[in-house]
Nanobody, 121 residues
Framework: QVHLVESGGGLVQVGGSLRLSCTTS????????MGWFRRAPGKDREFVAT????????NRADSVKGRFAISRDNAKNTMYLRIDNLKPEDTAVYYC??????????????WGQGTQVTVSS
């Protein structure tokens, strides 16, 4: 059974930093592209960042470029999202996902339950 578990969310002040983790089990991690998505209150889920199987190709939404960094450690079956200079509009539930390709518009086969990030001003 496949599990994706996000962690590292919390309540942070504007300008602060967080590192989210997504730990997986039950799937060959190195054979899957991974991605981060988020859903803000009252909004649809949106793409944040994706990373290819070997980490060589990364995509980020324009709204997070320069502040968000995606990475992965295939030896630990874990993906990360480093978030700097947090803004109130970053408040959302952050989800990790696994898919066959790092194209954000592609099919994402597995999803985690999400971790809440709340940015206070």
């Amino acid at each position: 059974q496949v599990h994706l578990v996000e962690s590292g969310g919390g309540l942070v002040q504007v300008g602060g930093s967080l590192r989210l983790s997504c730990t997986t089990s039950g799937l060959p991690f190195g054979l899957y592209a991974m991605g981060w998505f988020r859903r803000a209150p009252g909004k649809d889920r949106e793409f944040v960042a994706t990373i290819s199987r070997n980490g060589g190709n990364k995509n980020r939404a324009d709204s997070v470029k320069g502040r968000f960094a995606i990475s992965r450690d295939n030896a630990k079956n874990t993906m990360y999202l480093r978030i700097d200079n947090l803004k109130p509009e970053d408040t959302a539930v952050y989800y990790c996902a696994a898919g066959s390709h790092s194209d954000p518009r592609g099919t994402w086969n597995y999803w985690g339950q999400g971790t809440q990030v709340t940015v206070s001003s």
